[in-house]
Structure formats: structure tokens, C-alpha cells
């Protein structure tokens, strides 16, 4: 009895083995491929979210440049203004400077007009004090002259000196005397060395006797160790003059009593 088993033959399992095997193969390839695809499709996914994040840091700074943009443009439109009051400012400056220059020049005018003023005045006052020094020499050459013709007759009745000379003015040891005179009184000779002066003051009276005495000495370095009386001839002395000269040994004559 035959069998019902199918018998395949040895070619044809080789073939079908082999099919089998590169069936299997290209099936193996296939899954690595897409596994391989599978991670890049993974990477492709993170880079498109790092590029999301980049691109939303980035307009995020862009927004941050936007903002600093806004806030320099908010400064440069201050400082401008505050260009524009200062240039404001150095405007009224130089404008003030100007004003300050043209009164500095009126200042400098009025003060050159000031000078010759006082130039005037000056040589006004100089020509006033020339005639006053002429006047004054006028009035004590005419008081003295008046003291010359008045004294002798004073000095025997009050005094009783006895001129023996007339009084002169004279210049002894380089020193002008304007009373100059011998006189005798009780035996004795006595020179008189005398000043004139229109008023002895309180506070002038140190001068007045300081220049007497220097005159005094003069006389004595010419004459020797002669026996002087001191003369002072005013209009006028203060009662207080005339007790300091009567201790210092001066006799002081005042005009109203000639």
C-alpha cells in the first residue's frame, strides 16, 4: 500500500529555505532601519524643541533689546533736552557776560573820568594850599612884624627886661629864629629865643616847646652857656598851655595883651 505523505524534494527545500532566510533578512533590515529612523524622527523632536526654546529666548531678549532700545531713546531724548537748557544756559551766560563786559566798560570810562576829577581837584587843592601857605606866611610875617613893635614896650613894663637890642629874626646854628634879642634885667644879660605861633593848641604844645628848646640849643652851641628866656608869641594859648610853659620855663605873650 502506498503512503499519502508528500515527499518535497531536496532542491526544492534549499530554495524555499533560502527564500525563507532572505525573507527573514530583508524583514531583520527593515525593523533596524526603522528603529534607526525612530531615533532620528527622536532627535529631529528635541532639536526642533531646543530650536522653540532658543527662538523663545531669543525673542525674549529681542524684547528685552526692545525695552533697553526704549529706555536709551527715553535718556537721548533727556539728555537733549537737558542739551537744550544748558545751551539755554550758556546763552544767558554769554548774553550776562556781555552786560557785565559793557558795565565793566562804563566802570572803566567813569573811573578814568574820576581820575582826572581828583587830578583836577588835587591841583585845585594844591594851588588852594599854596595861596593858604601864602596867606599864613602873610599873616604870622604881619603878626610877627606886629610882635617887633609891640614886645619891647611889653617885656620892660610886665616883665622888666630892658631891651638893648631891637628884635630881629635871625638864623643861628642853622636854626630860624623869629625872635632874636639881648636885654638886661637886674644887672643881668639875657637872650631871648622866641616863637611865633597863631594858636597853641593842647595836644600841639609838646611840638611847639620841643621846636623851642632845639632852638634854644642852636643858640647856646653859638653863644655858649648864656642865660636864655624861652618866648612863645601866639594870638591865642590854653589856659592849660600856659601852666605846662611856665613849668617847662617859657614865658608865653598872647596878643591881647599888647
Not at 503512503?3 to 531583520?28: F, T, V, Y
Not at 527593515?30 to 528603529?35: L, R
Not at 554769554?94 to 583836577?120: N, S
Request: proline residues 1%; charged residues 35%.
Amino acid at each position: 500500500m502506498s503512503s499519502s505523505k508528500s515527499i518535497i524534494a531536496p532542491e526544492i527545500k534549499h530554495q524555499i529555505i533560502k527564500l525563507i532566510d532572505e525573507r527573514i533578512k530583508e524583514a531583520h533590515i527593515t525593523k533596524e532601519d526603522f528603529s534607526e529612523l525612530k531615533s532620528i524622527v527622536h532627535d529631529i523632536a528635541i532639536a526642533q524643541k531646543e530650536l522653540v526654546e532658543a527662538q523663545k529666548r531669543t525673542e525674549s531678549r529681542l524684547e528685552e533689546l526692545v525695552e533697553a532700545q526704549k529706555r536709551t531713546d527715553e535718556q537721548v531724548k533727556e539728555l537733549a533736552e537737558a542739551q537744550k537748557r544748558t545751551e539755554a544756559r550758556v546763552e544767558e551766560l554769554v548774553e550776562a557776560q556781555k552786560r557785565t563786559e559793557a558795565r565793566v566798560e562804563e566802570l572803566v570810562e567813569a573811573q578814568k573820568q574820576t581820575e582826572i576829577e581828583v587830578k583836577k581837584l588835587a591841583i585845585g587843592l594844591h594851588e588852594v594850599r599854596v595861596e593858604l601857605g601864602g596867606l599864613s606866611r602873610s599873616f604870622s610875617y604881619s603878626f610877627e612884624n606886629e610882635a617887633y613893635r609891640n614886645l619891647p614896650k611889653l617885656l620892660k613894663e610886665k616883665y622888666g627886661y630892658e631891651l638893648v637890642e631891637r628884635i630881629v629874626r635871625a638864623d643861628i646854628g642853622g636854626k630860624e629864629i623869629n625872635f632874636f634879642a639881648k636885654a638886661l634885667k637886674d644887672g643881668k644879660e639875657y637872650f631871648f629865643v622866641g616863637e611865633s605861633k597863631v594858636r597853641i593848641e593842647s595836644h600841639w604844645r609838646k611840638d611847639a616847646f620841643e621846636e623851642l628848646e632845639e632852638k634854644v640849643k642852636a643858640v647856646k652851641a653859638v653863644y655858649g652857656d648864656v642865660n636864655i628866656v624861652k618866648l612863645l608869641v601866639t594870638h591865642f594859648a590854653k589856659g592849660g598851655v600856659v601852666e605846662e610853659a611856665e613849668k617847662s620855663g617859657i614865658l608865653i605873650v598872647q596878643s591881647y595883651e599888647w
